[in-house]
T-cell receptor, first 115, second 111 residues
């Protein structure tokens, strides 16, 4: 079946640095991908919609200058957490779908710990 | 997307059927019911989806009421590995994948 892969699975970075997380659709093209954040014992919260070839759409309350999203190709979206702080530590998950009405597939998630 | 309501938690004995309910009373005609589960520290896994008719696949069965205001996910023979948080999501056909997650149901399968 369709697979969405994230990299890295986990990352530790120092406060003030930036970290990039990749999301790839391995066997289908996705003009749209989605980024979620999940804090411990909480549900997934949609952060932004990544659009291939155009600007991402951010949910209310999500800082677009802090969470940079680039969707440079039909199979790759990246999320860069800039000037990371300990409160940015979370589980980041991406999702993609082969097209309208199709099943949505989620990546394995990426654990970010900012120290 | 329509709002969904699920019980916070449920227990099930290993080998028995697990029936997980979901209320989606504000569902509209073009919205599908999707079920996902999330095992600790992993991304959500697709289980099944449906519009009106009952659906079955190798993982589970989905029963949707005639008025479509509620549905039940059935895991016919629950195993310990089915312990997870189960999310019921309602979304439209035209939606390219944007999903709103509620709190889900934590299913604990016990020996």
């Amino acid at each position: 079946g369709a697979v969405v892969s994230q990299h890295p699975s986990w990352v530790i970075c120092k406060s003030g640095t930036s970290v990039k997380i990749e999301c790839r659709s391995l066997d289908f093209q996705a003009t749209t991908m989605f980024w979620y954040r999940q804090f411990p014992k909480q549900s997934l919260m949609l952060m932004a919609t990544s659009n291939e070839g155009s600007k991402a759409t951010y949910e209310q309350g999500v800082e677009k200058d802090k969470f940079l999203i680039n969707h440079a190709s039909l199979t790759l979206s990246t999320l860069t957490v800039t000037s990371a702080h300990p409160e940015d530590s979370s589980f980041y998950i991406c999702s993609a779908s082969p097209g309208y009405g199709n099943t949505i597939y989620f990546g394995e998630g990426s654990w970010l710990t900012v120290v | 997307d329509a709002k969904t309501t699920q019980p916070t938690s449920m227990d099930c004995a290993e080998g028995r059927a697990a029936n997980l309910p979901c209320n989606h009373s504000t569902i509209s005609g073009n919205e599908y019911v999707y079920w996902y589960r999330q095992i600790h520290s992993q991304g959500p896994q697709y289980i099944i989806h449906g519009l009106k008719n009952n659906e079955t696949n190798e993982m589970a069965s989905l029963i949707i009421t005639e008025d479509r205001k509620s549905s039940t996910l059935i895991l016919p023979h629950a195993t310990l590995r089915d312990t997870a948080v189960y999310y019921c999501i309602v979304r439209g056909w035209a939606n390219a994948g944007k999903s709103t997650f509620g709190d889900g149901t934590t299913l604990t399968v016990k020996p």
